[in-house]
């Protein structure tokens, strides 16, 4: 039994007081929440608290006595005006009087708002005359809208009358210029969120195809038509009555996310944020293990958004021709079956796309082919939409239609504009049936910021730009690459099939090489292209895993890369394809470390298949190499050959190996020039060096250096991504770390005093700082990583341990293995830091005591250590 609803008409106005109406709000809110768990329809929840609510009003207004005013009208606008209210909605009111009132008005209308404030209700309202309304409105889109949906709850039925009569379209907000207007602020709403719903934490209501566009149709044609309700565009001819329900559809499924979200955080807020997802999925009766709800409920919302962008879009350019008479004069005819009207294109022929199914394709090759085209016009948009959805079969069946998608991605526009609405409108779903899986289809994690359909939308983008002239300046090597591929399909596809299998359980780049070498076969590529596709598809993680997590300095780890890669056009793909794949997965992961990383990979590998493969390189040579540009550097720099024989013997071959002549050399100089050995030297790269600062500690060695040292960054609020742990053979750190600000970017320039300063400090004394314990960040509260600590088998022999720490990224995480390092006398050589969304994989090479690698024993006992300590740690 559900608790029994109590109306505000029930009572007596006099009776209305404080605890009274909470009573009734709270019985209200109790009965809504049941009613929608037993599955009520959604429309007719939020008009049922509209109607509550201009009860509870229509008693407090004769309750405070503003009934006695004859002139004075209780008028409801924004949502409110149309009657629908959410449990959190905000409750516009405007408060309308016609002439002038005295004071003992005012004093009522105060009391009147206080006590819905008091109520806890969410109200903005205001108080005018109808003069101040239009004079106000003439100037404010957002308050002509208000006026244009007024409703009146209570009192003076002449006063609104003379709103209504004052806001008439022939007066007030002419439709021509309301629909302007309306169209102008959807598009500024848009670029707010970067024109994509397919956001991470979305806006329900705001982001595109939101609750907002549907609005705006409905107040477009509110505006012109006077249509109260979405359905009177079907009588308008502007909708079918199947694109009536559909618009509905999508409608009603917002509503129910909203309604789930307002009772789920108890506050009128529209993001769909992290830890808001898992309630609301439940709420909506999304089932399944683990993050499945979240995924399927994300999934709906992003395929209801896209279809509300679709009809909005449509509907957006119908009311251009209706409304301001925009309809193209300068038709040219681009094909039997195509023309332009100004730059969009048009079907010429009805049903053409139902008879030749192949002609959908052909749309969007004219579409590459004359690059001024700008859209599609608004009836060949509905004819398309009503083919896809009679396709008997995916278009990948059909010869006619695999003939002209090769030619679209051949061509050199094919990924522009002409896949982006392929896209947008549902054809490469329609196309593929592998991609068809995965529209939507949303990853809960803090890496992933798009669904997978989204993300490789933007793989795809990002190689087209590749090729443009502005990719110069942002990634002039991928330019350099994409001007002499012989054949751009050939990424174009594995761009396309690169996170195709995800969702489907097993290693996605596994079956979708398989995919992408059945999609080779069937569309008649030859064997050894067929063949590279599926190997760019099955490796297309390789470079970014071994440039973030291996040791790129390691003359064995690019040896090892090399031989997998084999020769220097996979090299170029896969480069290209890595950096496309890295820029597209959410709008902060991409910086110049990571930058300079993957150029250093890929420039060492170049070398090492240019050498030849069966020619390691000679180590002894090297270090000789880069000895002899160091000093040519130092002499410059008046450093004496003496001076330099004399620091450069205390250090180990390795040290040569491991740094640039210009990184041994700038070491060098501050060594030399520091004249006090036993207090610490700490230097900060004024250039960014490799993407990122260059941080190099010189001072005798002492235990937990690495987590003294990563104690003070994290105080500072600056990341540590990599960390070269080195010791002369005088017992003397030549430590270096590549750290970055939050942002991605270098530490900033007035930090660099104080930061030396600080980190003299900590090395000064051997007490570590303390290490910061920091609540995790809200999104990170909604996940759980296991800890995890792996040893790695080298590919050769080595006298170090490998070891892959993953966990879940916490503030301080560094300083504490550091401190775990240190309890176990365990010695650190060197740190590669990667944080992947909510989880961090670091790597460490270790040691123990007596400079050998670590026992089995010991291996347990750092397991065992690093999992209870983070464990708990996470759980605090």
């Known amino acids: 039994m559900h608790a029994s609803l109590l109306t505000p008409a029930q009572f007596d106005p006099a009776d209305l007081t404080l605890p009274q109406c909470k009573e009734i709000l709270a019985r209200l809110q109790q009965w809504l929440e049941q009613r929608f768990k037993a599955g009520d329809d959604i429309m007719e929840l939020v008009v049922i608290r509209s109607q509550h609510m201009d009860q509870l009003l229509t008693g407090l207004w004769q309750h405070f006595g503003l009934a006695q005013d004859p002139q004075l009208a209780l008028v409801a606008v924004g949502g409110y005006g149309r009657g629908e209210l959410h449990p959190y909605s905000d409750i516009d009111l405007l408060i309308l009087y016609n002439g002038c009132h005295h004071s003992a008005i005012n004093e009522r209308i105060s009391a009147f708002i206080t006590q ?29 809208t208000n006026l244009i949906e007024a409703r009146l709850i209570t009192g003076c039925y002449q006063t609104f009358a003379a709103l209504t009569q004052a806001t008439e379209p022939d007066t007030f907000w002419p439709s021509q210029a309301f629909f302007e207007a309306k169209r102008n602020e959807q598009k500024q709403r848009h670029q707010q969120y970067q ?4 956001k991470l934490e979305p806006d329900i209501k705001n982001s595109p195809g939101g609750l907002r566009d549907i609005q705006t149709i409905s107040w477009v044609t509110r505006r012109h038509f006077g249509a109260t309700t979405l359905h009177e565009m079907v009588s308008h001819d502007f909708l079918s009555q199947e694109e009536y329900l559909e618009l509905l559809d999508c409608q009603n499924f917002l509503w129910k996310l909203r309604f789930a979200l307002h009772m789920a955080i108890h506050k009128p807020d529209n993001r769909l944020l992290f830890d808001r997802q898992r309630a609301v999925a439940t709420a909506l009766g999304f089932a399944g293990e683990g993050n499945e709800p979240i995924e399927q409920m994300m999934k709906r919302f992003y395929q209801t958004v896209r279809r509300v962008a679709e009809l909005n879009e449509m509907l957006l350019q119908l009311f251009d021709e209706a409304i301001l008479g925009h309809i193209a004069m300068d038709v040219t005819t681009l094909t039997p079956e195509f023309r332009l009207r100004g730059t969009l294109i048009d079907a010429i022929k009805p049903e053409l796309f139902v008879e030749q199914p192949a002609a959908i394709l052909r749309l969007f090759y004219q579409i590459a082919l004359h690059p001024h085209i700008s859209g599609i016009y608004s009836s060949t948009l509905r004819e398309l939409r009503d083919a896809r959805r009679l396709l008997p079969v995916f278009l990948c069946e059909r010869a006619d239609c695999r003939q002209v998608f090769m030619m679209l991605m051949r061509h050199h526009h094919g990924c522009g504009l002409a896949l982006t609405l392929m896209h947008r409108y549902g054809i490469i779903a329609a196309y593929l049936p592998q991609w068809n899986k995965i529209v ?57 099939f690169h996170d195709i299998a995800k969702g489907r359980g097993g290693d996605h780049s596994e079956l979708g090489a398989d995919d992408a070498l059945a999609f080779c076969e069937l569309h008649q590529l030859d064997r050894s292209d067929a063949r590279l596709v599926s190997w760019l598809v099955r490796q297309h993680l390789l470079m970014s895993v071994t440039a973030q997590r291996r040791d790129i300095y390691d003359p064995d780890v690019i040896s090892e890369f090399a031989s997998l890669v084999r020769d220097e056009s996979r090299l170029d793909l896969l480069y290209t394809l890595t950096v496309a794949d890295i820029c597209a997965t959410n709008d902060n992961l991409w910086n110049d470390w990571k930058g300079s990383l993957l150029r250093e990979l890929y420039f060492s590998t170049q070398k090492a298949l240019r050498r030849g493969l069966e020619n390691p390189p000679d180590l002894r040579l090297r270090v000789r190499e880069n000895q002899r540009q160091a000093r040519q550097i130092l002499t410059r720099l008046d450093t004496t050959d003496e001076q330099i024989k004399s620091l450069w013997s205390r250090f180990t071959a390795d040290y ?20 006090h050995s036993s207090h610490p030297l700490v230097q900060i790269s004024q250039q960014p060096g490799r993407g990122g600062s260059e941080l190099f500690i010189y001072c005798p060695d002492s235990p937990n250096l690495f987590g003294r040292v990563a104690a003070a960054l994290d105080q500072k609020n600056l990341n540590i991504h990599d960390a070269q742990i080195m010791t002369s053979k005088d017992g003397y750190a030549l430590d270096t770390f590549i750290v970055l600000e939050p942002d991605g970017q270098p530490v900033s320039g007035d930090r660099l005093s104080d930061l030396c300063q ?18 995790p960040s809200r999104r990170h509260r909604e996940f759980s990583v296991t800890t995890q600590v792996n040893f790695m088998h080298p590919p050769r022999a080595t006298k170090r341990t490998l070891v892959e720490l993953i966990a879940l990224d916490t503030p301080g995480l560094l300083a504490r293995v550091g401190n775990i390092f240190s309890q176990l006398k365990l010695n650190l050589h060197a740190a590669k830091i990667t944080t992947i969304g909510e989880r961090v994989e670091d790597f460490f090479s270790l040691t123990n005591q007596q400079n050998l690698p670590l026992t089995e024993q010991e291996k347990t006992q750092l397991r065992e250590k690093v999992t209870d300590e983070l464990s708990f740690e996470n759980s605090e």
């Not at 024109?195 to 397919?198: A, L």
């Not at 600080?758 to 609540?775: E, M």
């Open 116 to 144: 819905l404030w008091d109520l806890r209700l969410e109200v903005g309202h205001s108080v005018r005359s109808v003069d101040e309304c239009i004079a106000q409105g003439q100037h404010d889109l957002t308050i002509a």
């Open 195 to 198: 024109d994509t719903s397919y």
């Open 440 to 496: 939507g289809q949303m990853q809960f994690d803090m890496f992933h910021a798009y669904p997978v359909d989204e993300h490789t939308h933007r793989v795809l983008k990002n190689i087209y730009r590749f090729h443009q002239l502005e990719a110069q300046r942002n990634h002039p090597l991928c330019f350099d690459i994409c001007s002499r591929i012989r054949k751009p399909e050939i990424l174009t596809i594995a761009a396309l």
């Open 656 to 675: 040569f190996l491991r740094h640039t002549p210009e990184q041994i050399a700038w070491h060098s100089r501050h060594i030399i020039a520091h004249h």
């Open 758 to 775: 600080r980190l003299s400090d900590v090395l000064t004394h051997t007490a570590p700082p303390k290490v910061r314990i920091r609540p």
